[in-house]
């Protein structure tokens, strides 16, 4: 039996937690960047393509949270070794919040705050 058994495995299923977590985001950042691109493709074909431009907004978007979704794994990885270390250690580590918990929530309210701002954009033209 592998000592501390149950504290690892919960360590590896936060860890595939946060992958999946990075994979959907990176999905998501892809899914922005083909839709602008059908967009902009039916744009071409309509008579009427002003409304129907490729925006600089959703390609950036699409890139910055495919970015996000790898920092987000590099995070993760080097957090699951971190822990794996703490686990397998024999001396008393007290709980504290990790510095990348914070930085993986600003991460997440970066991304929305900045994915509201484009749709804000989108719905309301007339917004600066």
Do not use: C
């Not at 998501?28 to 039916?42: A, C, H, N, R, W």
């Not at 129907?52 to 949270?65: E, F």
């Not at 699951?80 to 686990?87: C, H, L, N, S, Y």
């Not at 991304?111 to 701002?117: R, T």
């Amino acid at each position: 039996m592998i000592k501390r058994y149950s504290d690892h495995s919960a360590n590896e299923r936060t860890y595939l937690a946060w992958i999946r977590t990075s994979i959907s985001i990176m999905i998501f950042g892809l899914l922005i960047e083909k839709l602008d691109l059908f967009i902009s493709y039916i744009g071409e074909n309509m008579s009427d393509a002003s409304h129907l431009q490729p925006s600089l907004y959703a390609q950036l978007i699409g890139l910055g949270l495919f970015l996000v979704g790898i920092v987000i794994i590099v995070i993760a990885t080097i957090r699951f070794f971190v822990q794996e270390k703490a686990i397998e250690s024999d001396e008393s580590i007290p709980y504290r919040i990790m510095k990348t918990n914070i930085l993986f929530s600003g991460l997440m309210i970066l991304s929305a705050a900045f994915l509201f701002i484009l749709l804000a954009h989108k719905i309301f033209p007339s917004l600066p």
